[in-house]
T-cell receptor, first 111, second 112 residues
């Protein structure tokens, strides 16, 4: 079993919809959580970085962490066609440097 | 552009050949990482440098792989005697000591 499991998708939503992306993890030592966006044939781009349970908001993006359930989520409000990409969750331990990634969820926002 | 850069962006080679990739991190970032990403999967950690010291290598990094960061700035990743299973996107990332890693565009390797 992988340390990080991500809902596989793909997801296809109409423009303006809320996109919900989820990851679960098995290692309780993970303390820092990230969401990356990756366009086709490009490198991952850091979207959100959190280290505590609760919600963090940045514009249309909200990252949610529940350490007790080992569950993290990313919500995209008012989705746009430009949000069409693969979204990767990633996490790491305190004082560690290796990121452990989920397999990614591909999202398509239809105009 | 002051982001992470990688060269080449694409490499096609024949099985058995050696290839070398270069990564230039964000200026003054002391940490540099290599990851490998295959189709439909997330990146997997390969190795990590703090300044010029290589501090960890994943078991994914067989003895055909070698990475260097000679002056604590740019890094190279060499694959000797390439195999078809080496076909992947090779990603470089850098950080300033914190946990926020910034990725380059990647080098896509195809081994025929």
């Amino acid at each position: 079993q992988k340390e990080v499991e991500q809902d596989p998708g793909p997801l296809s939503v109409p423009e303006g919809a809320i996109v919900s992306l989820n990851c679960t993890y098995s290692n309780s030592a993970f303390q820092y959580f990230m969401w990356y966006r990756q366009y086709s044939r490009k490198g991952p781009e850091l979207l959100m970085y959190t280290y505590s349970s609760g919600n963090k908001e940045d514009g249309r993006f909200t990252a949610q962490v529940d350490k007790s359930s080992k569950y993290i989520s990313l919500f995209i409000r008012d989705s746009q066609p430009s949000d069409s990409a693969t979204y990767l969750c990633a996490m790491t331990r305190s004082n560690d440097y290796k990121l452990s990634f989920g397999a990614g969820t591909t999202v398509t926002v239809r105009a | 552009d002051t982001g992470v850069s990688q060269d080449p962006r694409h490499k096609i080679t024949k099985r058995g050949q050696n290839v070398t990739f270069r990564c230039d991190p964000i200026s003054e970032h002391n940490r540099l990482y290599w990851y490998r990403q295959t189709l439909g999967q997330g990146p997997e950690f390969l190795t990590y440098f703090q300044n010029e010291a290589q501090l960890e290598k994943s078991r994914l990094l067989s003895d055909r792989f070698s990475a260097e960061r000679p002056k604590g700035s740019f890094s190279t990743l060499e694959i000797q005697r390439t195999e078809q299973g080496d076909s992947a996107m090779y990603l470089c990332a850098s950080s300033a000591g914190g946990d926020e890693q910034f990725f380059g565009p990647g080098t896509r390797l195809t081994v025929l």
